[in-house]
């Protein structure tokens, strides 16, 4: 038997926490005012227009929610009465409403009129409704123009409010990069604090972050790592287009999400199927040969709204300001609803992506900076370029939840994906004579011919139980993890004379990929197996109305290898990791928190003298902050003080420089402040600022308190947009970085700069369709810089020069 209630907790949950369906707006009616106001609700679902009535308006509505599933309005413009302008949204659709003397607005459909409630009668009880005092209202929605968003479920994988989360969690809304034409993870979080690019924005696989200090993990051809709907991946191409959004919790995740970097991680929450119809056609385009075209569609298959489907597709052909550079992607992807209850929801997804890229050269350092030489010059053999990697991928998930009761729910999830990748790489220089420009390029003409498979599962168990009058939400939670990767690998060296500052290119001729197949010489096969299962559980206790406990704490068992298949080395760890924290509300818009997380982070697969598998890295994180919400939940804000220790990185064994010892420790410890959300009515913003002071601790290398590669002591960051009119849109941002490490030895620096960006969108209204043409110009001021490094004296990656993107886009 469920425990009732309590009132100021039903209060304070606000979004978190449903008595039943229904959309909720914002404050109390005056009862019977006539007075004008101003209204502009473009063509969209009843739902969303009745939240933007709301929002405008001032009023009130209580109503079933089903009530407006499947309807659509022809949008208001223009001054009304508040009675007028619902009489207007409300045409044609069947559903009436009444005005109680206290001012209260209930909804009808026709046929079933709403009870009028007298104010000196005995009180009638309308059914239950959701209530969500903030006016955030789902982030699926397409037509949602908020920048905050008010709970994150990565962080906790329950629904918990921003202000109750202990520990720092961002999420990059689909307003956020629709305004921005975001195309890969690390553009995404250009104005997030911490966070700076890996990998990201120069292949497909464009994941590849540090955060906080610590790699995403596994660079290269692979992206690195990030997780797809709670599953972790690698290498598998993340179309913008297909997502809701992007979360990114910062600091150690493994209480929840077993092997992670300490960093932090990034969730990619793809789009599912809505109970409203939405079609999008938007075409994209932009200098340097760029062309995104995207469809998104959506709605119910059957009257009663039981089945519901989506699809969307997006084909990106891009060229680059780095000459022989050219990355292609396309990437279909269907997906199911079915609700047999209203407790129960299946989801089925499916993803086919086929893509081709290059993966470009960096430039060297000559003394302390990258080489004085044009920034688009490919370092290596240009003739023997092309399309040199390739990926076919398919993806297939299932999630399944369901609700026992108000307290109690469940939910299972699955995914499959299967990979073929084959390439040529021949990007390698060998050696560099800094004063005459001459360097050995290695000629590595080498074919992986990886078979990649993951299989992923996990079961969520949530439930609220009153333990003496104290609230719990508990998590019960397991998870299996098995990835593989496995193939036949060809190479053959060609070392060649070339000069940085006078290239000469077309030494090598290109071979067809059947030509290196015959050509090169065969190696063993390569064999990479990864899985763990982990049980882990948490408890989020509300002690008192301000006093809010989480406690965590999983157990991984996990296996390894890495190499030869006939060497069958399994490294095997098992590993407890807890999480405490603890957040103190004194008032509704303020919050306190502290929190200490451990991780168990990447195996080590470098080689011992002793030939003794190494030990996985491990870290800790210790964090302080508060926490801020104004504008009922329209504009948050976090400040953020942190240390994070990661241990068992790999070093030079001092007895045998030919191998490893896994004795190295770093540290990342700072200050992250962060804004989002709207101001004042039409006015967005995005603001951070990151100190972040990392070290090298414990090393045999000769690097011990050198600074980490590529992150910046100071950044800082602006973004805001405004609606200038209705229809109108215009927007501008700043990001300011100062000078980062550009290898651990830190050996050469990349030079600090600031990027200015800029947009505007025009929008028309035609019935219920609308069509926005938009333009954003990146990179205004046209600033030659650096975006990152690989980690070492060849690995200076260019950022884009002045890069302008447009783009038409048809919602109906």
């Known amino acids: ?456 599962t996990s079961l969520n168990v949530v439930g609220n139980v009153d333990i003496y009058g104290i609230r719990n939400k508990f998590l019960f939670g397991f998870d299996y993890n098995n990835d593989k990767f496995e193939g036949p690998y060809y190479w053959r060296d060609v070392d060649l004379a070339f000069n940085i500052y006078n290239p000469v290119y077309g030494q090598v001729k290109h071979l067809s990929r059947r030509q290196v197949l015959a050509d090169l010489t065969p190696a063993d096969d390569y064999v990479q197996i990864n899985r763990w299962y982990g049980l882990y559980i948490q408890d989020q206790i509300d002690l008192t109305e301000q006093l809010h406990l989480t406690l965590g704490g999983r157990y991984d068992d996990t296996e390894y290898y890495n190499g030869n298949p006939a060497e069958e080395k399994i490294n095997h760890v098992g590993r407890l990791s807890p999480r405490y924290g603890i957040v103190y509300q004194p008032l509704p818009w303020l919050s306190a928190y502290f929190q200490y997380m451990e991780s168990l982070g990447a195996n080590n697969g470098g080689r011992s003298a002793t030939g003794k598998v190494f030990e996985p890295q491990t870290a800790e994180q210790y964090e302080v902050g508060f926490k801020t919400e104004f504008f009922d939940g329209r504009l948050t804000s976090s400040l953020a003080f942190f240390r994070l220790e990661k241990q068992n990185l790999l070093t030079t064994d001092p007895t045998n420089p030919a191998f490893k010892v896994n004795i190295g420790e770093a540290r990342s410890q700072g200050i992250e402040f962060e804004i989002v959300g709207r101001v004042i009515e039409g006015l967005n913003l995005i603001g951070s600022y990151a100190l972040t002071d990392t070290r090298i601790t414990k090393s045999y290398d000769g690097d011990r308190g050198n600074r980490l590669p590529n992150v910046p002591l100071h950044a800082g960051s602006l973004w805001m947009t405004y609606d200038v009119t209705d229809q109108f849109t215009v927007g501008a941002g700043v990001y300011v970085a100062r000078h980062r490490e550009g290898d651990a030895a830190n050996s050469y620096q990349l030079p600090g700069y600031a990027r200015l960006d800029m947009m505007a969108a025009y929008r028309w209204f035609i019935g219920p369709t609308r069509l926005t043409a938009q333009v954003n110009v990146n990179n205004v001021l046209d600033k030659e810089y650096f975006s990152h490094s690989t980690e070492s004296r060849f690995g200076a990656i260019p950022g884009q020069p002045l890069t302008v993107l447009g783009s038409l886009r048809f919602e109906y």
């Open 1 to 456: 038997m469920s425990q009732p209630s309590r009132p100021w907790k039903d209060r304070r949950r606000k979004s978190c926490r449903t008595l039943a369906v229904g959309l909720p707006l914002l404050s109390a009616i005056t009862a019977g005012a006539a007075e004008n106001i101003r209204f502009d609700i473009p063509p969209q679902p009843l739902k969303s227009a009745l939240l933007a009535f709301g929002k405008q308006s001032g009023r009130q509505l209580l109503y079933h929610s089903e009530m407006t599933e499947g309807l659509k309005t022809g949008g208001l413009k223009g001054e009304y009465p508040p009675e007028k302008a619902l009489d207007r949204l409300l045409a044609g659709t069947a559903l009436t409403y009444s005005v109680t003397p206290s001012g209260t607005v209930t909804l009808a459909r026709a046929d079933k009129p709403a009870i009028l409630v007298d104010s000196q009668a005995d009180p009638v009880y309308l059914p239950m409704v959701s209530v969500q005092a903030s006016g955030i209202d789902d982030p699926s929605d397409p037509y949602n123009d908020n920048y905050a968003a008010p709970t994150a479920t990565t962080a906790t994988k329950t629904e918990t409010p921003f202000l109750e989360t202990p520990g720092t969690v961002n999420v990059v809304t689909r307003k956020q990069l629709v305004d921005r034409q975001v195309f890969d993870v690390a553009e995404a979080f250009k104005y997030t604090a911490g966070v700076n690019p890996g990998v990201g924005g120069r292949t497909p696989f464009d994941a590849g972050l540090y955060l906080r200090g610590f790699s995403t993990g596994e660079f290269g051809a692979l992206g690195g790592f990030y997780y797809r709907d709670g599953f972790r991946m690698s290498g598998i191409p993340l179309p913008i287009a297909n997502l809701d959004r992007l979360e990114l919790i910062k600091g150690p995740a493994s209480v929840l999400y077993g092997r992670a970097e300490p960093g932090g991680l990034v969730n990619a929450i793809y789009k599912r199927p809505l109970d409203t119809p939405y079609y999008m056609l938007e075409q994209q385009f932009g200098n340097y040969d760029l062309y995104r075209t995207s469809v998104d569609a959506t709605g119910p298959i059957t009257d009663d709204g039981t089945l519901l489907y989506r699809f969307n597709l997006q084909n990106v052909e891009q060229g680059s300001f780095r000459d022989y550079l050219e990355n292609n992607l396309l990437s279909i992807a269907p997906s199911l609803t079915w609700k047999p209850s209203e407790d129960t929801r299946i989801d089925v997804q499916f993803e086919y992506s086929d893509t081709g890229w290059n993966y470009p050269t960096a430039i060297p350092a000559v003394g302390n900076r990258p080489a004085n030489i044009p920034l688009k010059r490919f370092i290596g053999d240009g003739a023997a370029s092309g399309t040199d990697w390739e990926a076919e991928t398919y993806v297939a998930s299932v999630d399944l939840k369901h609700r026992f009761n108000e307290d109690w729910s469940l939910r299972w999830t699955a995914l499959y994906a299967n990979q073929k990748l084959i390439g040529i790489d021949h990007t390698n220089i060998g050696g560099l004579d800094e004063a005459t420009g001459d360097a050995t390029y290695a000629f590595n003409l080498a074919e992986p011919n990886d078979h990649r498979r993951w299989w992923f």
